[in-house]
């Protein structure tokens, strides 16, 4: 599970009902609903099903084009072994990713899968701009940001290889395999990616651990658009 992160996402908009997944073609009325940019496993139609599957209420997913910000990853490691995502802003690159547009009650839960105020603050970042042929053009909308900021190699941020982007700028790309690796490296361990990976599912105290020493290869969250609403 761990190493399958980002998980599969499709390259267009999408619509969960209970456990079937639909492209979305129409347009939808997302008036009442909250936009929130999925750069990571959130994008993921299989990773949203399991989050909300005891909810009612469809869950809608916009692919967008969102200019300035790259999908990297972030200075920690989730309880599944996975080193999750994180947003980052770097002039001059477009991420094509998704935006989640969620009901009062699926916001909550979203939080509590996020582990809002430990691992993610929720932010609105004004001053952007996102396009989608499902909605009008955005320059605001909402995001789960890293506590523990981005993992950076040579000062650089890492991008999720599997996050399709234009790029203009000189940074690394790792899936998830190599970017354990490269983890692994920076913290000076002699261990294969598997027993790094269980390590850190089985043992709370070692992944603390490790999290902890992951600042000395990471940088904040730097956005001057930003405004936080709970961490």
Known sequence: MALGYPYQRPD?????????????????????????????SNGSPAQLARKFSNSDEPIIATAIELDDFLCCYSAHIAGYGAIPATLVPYSGVTTS????????NQLEKMHESEALGVNYKFSKLESISIRSNQHAPLDSAFAYI??????????????????????????????????????IKKLSLLLSVEEFVLENIT???????????????SQPFKYHGETPISN
Not at 24 to 33: G, K
Not at 97 to 104: G, P, S, V
Not at 203 to 217: E, L, P, S, T, V
Request: with cysteine; proline share 6%.
């Open 97 to 104: 990713c998704h935006m989640t547009w969620l009901t009062q």
């Open 146 to 183: 890293s506590l523990h900021g981005h993992l950076v190699d040579n000062g650089t941020p890492i991008a999720l290889a599997d996050i399709p982007l234009q790029e203009n700028g000189n940074f690394p790309r790792q899936n998830q395999q190599t970017l354990q690796e490269l983890t």
């Open 203 to 217: 043992n709370k105290n070692i992944r603390d651990q490790r999290i902890q020493a992951m600042k000395a290869i």
């Open 12 to 40: 267009y908009s999408f619509i969960i009902r209970g456990e079937t997944v639909t492209e979305l073609i129409t347009p939808v009325d997302t008036a009442s609903l909250t936009p929130v940019i999925a750069c990571g």
